[in-house]
């Protein structure tokens, strides 16, 4: 690969080298206006971040007049201001599904690595220290850390550190129908097989010493936006009540509005988490911020038993990030907003299945609220991916972006199953008409982008080859580790 002169030049260490960044000079609602001009319409506000779309003034002045009173303190001075104060009692008031605490710290990998400390404190603290075994999803994502990385079961961001990673993690199958159901099972028998896989999972690992079981409620950027069959977190949570184990709930993708409830597991029919990571929709992407919701019983076997939380970090709590964050919420309630992300969820879902799903490499269609995805078929009529080094999810993406959209494309091959999808995200605030614009646009690039594959299948089918294209686009058998 020919390195672009730019990544020499700048003094960043950019996350890809594959092309030159685009250099956004303003960002206003959905619309980012490049150095050239062009203006990309951003229905993805990064992964699922920026819930009230770019340039909020109320946003900007709450800051200015926090950084104005108090504009840091270190949580662990033994120091408290009004700002965190506010905001974890505006989340927390209702004490939804028994969680009452939070702890604020910066990024969704950060809610996780203190998720698991705090875990393994709550059951020493109950004198089971033996419970040091946790369970995760296949293809799940739950951060970039090391600790992040050990609680997901993604295979290509976790290979180079295998050697710094727990064998304290085990994996079961996600809750992924399109793939994972096979021919002659209903829902609920689909459920009911995952339900077991679990309690196998426990029996094997000897169920006195799980310590927790973690899953995306609604699976994020791995899997892209998938929603669990009805009963799922029903069976999930009835196997951790069964052996005492915590179930803990990411939604720092799927949360804080943005599946149409304040909390995705709401949807769910179960009594809540009893630990749920929050992110990204907390604070709409101002300022960093994430949040580790806890519940009652968890604080006071710690407060009453160890006396403190082991461990914490310098911008825990940061005043100025909970400042924003809150306003984020207060617009959030005061303009009803989270009626608009059902109101529109049903727009885009509408849109996605009537002008994308029919596409010939189109292979599902799937989300909630203003969660959805798009993911692409070799074949759809038997659900064959693209081959493995066929990145075919980026060349959409980049596609969209030439047309004027900025889509979400998967990140990588996660294993068991090879992914290719499109994302869309957009901020609380959407129109129907941003919506309608968006998914044109989408589509005009996949039109563009399948018609290779296409071509080359017509080649086939006609008994010919088509040199240099049909070797790229013959279907492989799915991939499983």
């Known amino acids: 690969m020919s390195l672009d002169p730019f990544f020499q030049d700048s003094h960043i260490f950019h996350r890809s080298f594959s092309h030159k960044p685009l250099h956004v000079v303003a960002a206003d609602g959905l619309t980012l206006t490049l150095d050239d001009g062009r203006k990309i319409l951003d229905v993805t506000g990064g992964p699922a971040v920026a819930c009230l779309g770019h340039n909020q003034p109320e946003v900007a002045k709450a800051v200015l007049d926090q950084l104005s009173k108090v504009g840091y303190l270190f949580s662990g001075g033994g120091y408290s201001e009004s700002a965190t104060e506010e905001l974890a009692s505006l989340l927390l008031k209702d004490t939804p599904g028994g969680l009452s605490k939070a702890i604020f710290l910066n990024s969704g990998s950060e809610a996780t690595d203190a998720t698991i400390k705090l875990v393994v404190q709550y059951w020493n603290t109950r004198g089971q220290p033996q419970r040091r075994n946790f369970i995760a999803r296949k293809q799940s994502y739950h951060g970039n850390t090391l600790g992040g990385l050990s609680m997901s079961g993604h295979q290509s961001r976790r290979a180079m550190y295998a050697d710094f990673m727990t064998d304290r993690v085990s994996f079961v199958d996600p809750c992924y129908a399109y793939r994972c159901k096979l021919d002659n099972e209903t829902d609920e028998m689909y459920v009911q097989r995952l339900k077991q896989q679990l309690d196998d999972e426990f029996q094997a690992l000897s ?19 998938v929603p669990a069959e009805k009963g799922y977190f029903q069976a ?45 929709s907390l604070g709409g992407g101002f300022i960093p911020l994430s949040a580790v919701l806890v519940h009652q019983q968890i604080f006071d076997s710690i407060a009453n038993g160890s006396g403190a939380l ?30 608009n992300v059902r109101r529109m969820g049903v727009v885009l879902e509408n849109l996605l299945k009537t002008e994308i799903a029919p596409l010939p490499l189109v292979g599902n269609v799937r989300g909630r609220g203003l969660f959805w995805a798009v993911e692409f078929m070799l074949d759809k009529s038997t ?18 972006l030439e047309e004027g959209v900025n889509v979400l494309s998967n990140m990588g ?46 080649t086939v089918c006609n008994g010919e080859k088509a040199l240099g294209v049909v070797e790229t686009v013959v279907p492989v058998n799915e991939v499983s580790v």
Request: proline share 5%; with cysteine; hydrophobic share 40%.
């Open 207 to 225: 169920p006195d010493t799980v310590a927790a079981f973690f899953a995306e409620t609604i699976a994020g950027s791995t899997l892209a936006c």
């Open 383 to 400: 659900r064959t991916p693209f081959p493995l080094g066929d990145d075919v999810s980026t060349r959409i993406k980049d596609a969209a």
């Open 236 to 280: 999930v949570r009835e196997v951790c009540d069964k052996y005492g184990a915590l179930l803990v709930l990411d939604e720092v993708m799927c949360g804080m509005g943005r599946s149409g409830t304040m909390h995705a597991w709401q949807q769910e029919g179960i009594r809540g988490p009893d630990i749920q990571t929050i992110g990204k």
């Open 413 to 458: 091959f996660a294993g068991m199953h090879k992914i290719d999808t499109a994302a869309i995200t957009p901020p609380f605030t959407v129109t129907e008409g941003e919506l309608v614009e968006a998914v044109q646009r989408l589509k005009r690039a996949i039109v563009r982008v399948s018609k290779p594959y296409l071509a080359a299948r017509e």
């Open 310 to 339: 082991a461990g914490g970090h310098t911008f825990q709590a940061h005043p100025v990030s909970c400042a924003a964050a809150l306003q984020v919420q207060k617009i959030i309630r005061r303009d009803n907003l989270l009626e």
